[in-house]
């Protein structure tokens, strides 16, 4: 199994960005997906899930501002992420989600920053 996430960057507030997660190794379209980061002093943080029927969930930050979607013609996982904020600025990782948000498998992550 490997999790490839890219679309990271430097982005100023207000800003987007459009993360993606290139999935390979699994029979992705039989797995729901999740997107976590990982916030400088807060731990780890649930963004968003999509499951194998395309239904998507988000954490209560998230506010309408991101979007989560998925592939399976291209083994990959996207998040569409608007109105960045500084709180946004993590590590964002990619993960199968094998049950009710426990995670088996994880990408390396990508770098998130939001600032002017």
């Known amino acids: 199994v490997q999790l490839v996430e890219s679309g990271g960057g430097l982005v100023q507030p207000g800003g987007s960005l459009r993360l993606s997660c290139a999935a390979s190794?699994?029979?992705?379209?039989?797995?729901?997906m999740a997107w976590v980061r990982h916030v400088p002093g807060k731990g780890l943080e649930w963004v968003a899930g999509?499951?194998?029927?395309?239904?998507?969930r988000y954490g209560d930050f998230v506010n309408g501002r991101f979007t989560i979607s998925r592939d399976n013609a291209k083994n990959a996982m996207y998040l569409q992420m608007s109105s960045l904020k500084a709180d946004d600025t993590a590590v964002y990782f990619c993960?199968?989600?094998?049950?009710?948000?426990?995670?088996?498998?994880w990408g390396q992550g990508t770098q998130v920053t939001v600032s002017s």
């Open positions: 190794g699994f029979s992705f379209s039989g797995y729901a």
């Open positions: 999509i499951d194998k029927d395309f239904k998507s």
């Open positions: 993960a199968r989600d094998i049950f009710l948000g426990a995670m088996d498998y």
